[in-house]
């Protein structure tokens, strides 16, 4: 959950076209330091920002958009990015605990259905009782 790649093409800028991964270092910083492992993706697309998580985009911009080497609360875009990730890890988090939740009812269901197995006892579970007070009296 806790894992980001950016996938980044080349800037266009002063008319050449080249990869700049210091226009995405306050990004990059930020998130590492909320915990977050992140992974620079070169790609071949012009102008190209993605931030993906869980094989989900979840923030897309245009890299000119982003300031060189800035601190992350001085370009208002960084922000928007960060707030984008967090957002998303809380969203994947609880939908996490609400599919295992209901994977445990659907697995309780079965086992208190007519068709699951049935429970072999030697004796009832109403003598189990019994036998445990009269034992811890």
């Not at 996938?7 to 700049?20: A, E, I, L, N, R």
């Amino acid at each position: 959950m806790q894992f980001v790649r950016i996938y980044y093409g080349p800037c266009d800028s002063f008319y050449t076209v080249s990869h700049k991964p210091q226009k995405l270092r306050g990004l990059r910083d930020h998130l590492q330091t909320l915990g977050f492992r992140v992974d620079l993706i070169p790609v071949d697309y012009v102008n190209y920002c993605v931030l993906e998580m869980c094989g989900h985009e979840v923030f897309r911009c245009n890299i000119k958009n982003l300031a060189i080497n800035t601190h992350f609360e001085r370009d208002p875009v960084c922000r928007r990015a960060i707030n984008a990730v967090v957002e998303s890890s809380e969203k994947f988090l609880r939908a996490r605990s609400h599919r295992w939740f209901w994977a445990l009812i659907e697995d309780q269901i079965f086992r208190r259905s007519e068709f699951a197995p049935k429970d072999h006892w030697p004796f009832g579970l109403d003598d189990n009782l019994n036998v445990t007070k009269q034992l811890f009296k």
